[in-house]
């Protein structure tokens, strides 16, 4: 971005995210402002978008990050909005999980051959030396790391039983907190939602213990959702107009009954410094946030993380869900539960195939080979000697 600002001087550059978390930690890393897609585009309530064909953005420069999380109708909308002039440059990791949308945006641009690939191999998230960073490339090799069960400065497997893995979950969070972490800093992850060991019990547990009902405490009951003030909380769905979206997470500040406000707000969130007032109605959309999904992860990042491994998870392991959980660490990561379900989710390749025709269809424009089922597969070269400065011509 300074290279191009050196000589290009005024042109506008747009830099965006798929989730309010990915753009502020966009923003914090370049210095430059960044927001979310759908804030540019100028998304409403009704579903439409301010900017589309016939009311283009005005830009001359549009940095997209996170864009393995881009499904293919967002992606359209943002292509619609743009110029033809409009230099892009997509920023991506293809080994996270998938959008949760459908499509396959950021693999099937890679895979068609047609778009020309800078591979960055260093990585800045964790810093020189992380066991963190080697054991995320070793997953994406299918390798059992060697030291996987050994104690690193970085990063430790914790074994336990599912009997006994709330318990672990307990004391590793007493001791974080007592070394001054807070709860915004740790983050708990899990892949599935019911069950004992789902998102839904560990939330509840998690709740009962670090923020219990008392007399000081205000409560909010909705269907069976119990809030209470200084829970951690995430928003489940984009809301822009509240500037606020899906996997934004928050604190409570503030509850209220029918006789303490005389509308229908009943809790007072804060995300990140945005100050929120959310209705009974709203509250569909919001959930606690001590444990959350990988999914919901996804495009964040956490001093220390707690993934939590069981093989009553079995259906959700797989490589891809568990190099996103690994990789969300900055600090410390923590691998607390089964090292069978760690191992079958390495072992686990298997993406759900999704039928897009993208790469087809990407293929024919620009008069390319077109790949066969029989030889579908993710294999790319990045260009030897491409340098950013080949994208700003």
Known sequence: LRAYRKLFGK??????????????????????????????????????????????????????????????????QLLKSLRNHVKMIIVGDVDQLPSVGPGNVLKDIITSGVVPIIKLDKVHRQGEGSSIVSLAHDINKQII????????????????????????????????LDKAYTLEEIQVLAPMYKGNLGIDNINSYLQEWLNPKSGDIKEFKYLN????TGDKVIQLVNRPDLNIMNGDIGFIKDIYDEESRDDDVRLTVDF?????????????????????????????????????LSKSYYIMLRKNLLYTAVTRAKKSLILLGDPDAYKLAIQ??????????????????FNRRIITI???KFIYKPIKKLSPYDFLE
């Not at 409403?44 to 864009?67: K, M, R, Y």
């Not at 993406?351 to 790469?359: P, V, Y």
């Open 145 to 176: 790391s060697k030291d996987l069960l050994i104690k690193q400065k970085d990063r430790n497997f914790i074994i336990c039983s599912n009997d006994t893995l709330l318990k672990n979950l307990k004391f590793i969070m007493e001791n974080a």
């Open 11 to 76: 042109k506008s550059i747009a830099l965006v995210a798929p989730t309010g978390r990915a753009a502020k930690r966009l923003n914090e890393t370049t210095n430059y402002p960044a927001q979310t897609i759908h804030r540019l585009l100028g998304y409403q309530l009704s579903g439409e978008f301010t900017f589309n064909e016939h009311n283009p953005l005005d830009c001359d420069v549009i940095v997209i990050d996170e864009a393995s999380m881009i499904d293919v109708v967002l992606m359209s």
């Open 225 to 228: 959702k119990v809030f209470r």
């Open 272 to 308: 990140d410094g945005n100050i929120v007032d959310l209705t009974e109605n709203d509250l569909n959309d919001l959930s606690l946030a001590y444990c959350i999904s990988i999914h919901k992860a996804q495009g964040s990042e956490f001093d220390i993380v707690i993934v939590l």
């Open 348 to 365: 686990n390749d298997q993406e759900i195939m999704r039928q897009t025709t993208l790469i087809e269809r990407l293929q024919m424009r």
């Open 374 to 376: 029989d030889d579908y």
